[in-house]
Structures are given as structure tokens and as C-alpha cells.
């Protein structure tokens, strides 16, 4: 009975509730920018390797801040040059484009939900109340954004299209 109540004790105790509620937070917080990053990059790639066939415009760089958006735009280019062309390179690239984008922004979507459910928990503890919910929320979700911006914004400076030659490329 000793045992029992020993264990009993300890589970209720406020410091590893406190702990565990943090390691959720955070663990859901990174399941949001890990498959947001995963997805921008698999974009990245997709649109670079289809760039010499497919020519996609270079997406504006203020896109990356918002990786869905940059997916449904980029995606609008596709299905408009495969309109206009009819080239079966353009439906592979489409096909692969939409799969691995929908794959992983589900994914993020999924850990946004996660993550709502464990910032929630934490304003409960801290009593925060709903305005100290929603900022955290809200801060939270722009710095995965932004990371994702500033990576991809640093990758497509330091990495040339397929096909280019480095050299020649502006430093813009």
C-alpha cells in the first residue's frame, strides 16, 4: 500500500505536471515548424528541378513567410502552364508538387491543432486567460513562419537553380 500511495503521490505532483505540460508545448510547437520547413524545402526543390521545363517564375520572396501560400500560388503557375502546353513533364511535376505539399502541410496542420490543445494547457496553469492564449498562439506561429522565410530566403541565395551557372547568377 506504501508502493501504491508513493507512486500516487508522485504523479500528482505540480512540478512534473509543470514539466510535462512544457515538453508538450514545445514538442507540439516543433511538430508545426519542422513539417512547415520539411514542405517549403520539398517546394524549393520541386520548382527548381522543373524550372528548366516547367518555367515557373521565381515566386516572390515575401511567399516563403506564409509556406500554404506559396504552395497554392505556385501551384496556380503549374496548372496554367499545363493548360497552355499539354507537356507531360508538367503533370509529373504537378502530381509530385501537390502529393509532397499536401503531405506535409496536413502534417503541420495536424501539429497546429496539437499545439493549440497544449498552449491552452499551459495558459491554464500559468492562468493566462484568452488574450494571453492567443498572443502566444499568435507569436508562436509567426516565428515558425518566419523561420521558414529566412531559411528558404537563405537557401535560395546560396544554392543556383538547376542548370545555372552560379557565376552569372545576381546577388539580390
Keep these: 500500500m506504501a508502493v501504491r500511495r508513493m507512486f500516487a503521490d508522485d504523479v500528482h505532483d505540480g512540478g512534473v505536471q509543470i514539466f510535462v505540460t512544457w515538453a508538450g508545448f514545445l ?29 515557373l517564375k521565381p515566386a516572390d520572396r515575401a511567399l516563403w513567410l506564409s509556406p500554404p501560400a506559396y504552395y497554392f500560388v ?35 496542420g495536424g501539429a497546429s491543432l496539437m499545439a493549440l490543445e497544449a498552449t491552452w494547457e499551459l495558459a491554464e496553469i500559468y492562468h493566462w486567460g484568452v488574450a494571453g492564449f492567443w498572443l502566444i498562439v499568435a507569436g508562436l ?9 529566412i531559411r528558404m530566403w537563405r537557401l535560395m541565395r546560396e544554392v543556383p537553380p538547376q542548370g545555372s551557372n552560379p557565376e552569372v547568377l545576381p546577388t539580390s
Design 141 to 149: 506561429m509567426v516565428a515558425s513562419h518566419l523561420n521558414v522565410a
Design 74 to 108: 505556385a501551384r496556380a503557375r503549374i496548372r496554367r502552364w499545363e493548360r497552355g502546353s499539354g507537356r507531360e513533364r508538367a503533370r509529373s511535376v504537378l502530381t509530385s508538387y501537390v502529393n509532397r505539399a499536401t503531405g506535409w502541410f496536413t502534417v503541420a
Design 27 to 55: 514538442g507540439a510547437w516543433l511538430l508545426v515548424a519542422g513539417p512547415l520547413l520539411q514542405g517549403a524545402i520539398e517546394l524549393w526543390e520541386i520548382g527548381r528541378k522543373g524550372q528548366g521545363d516547367v518555367k
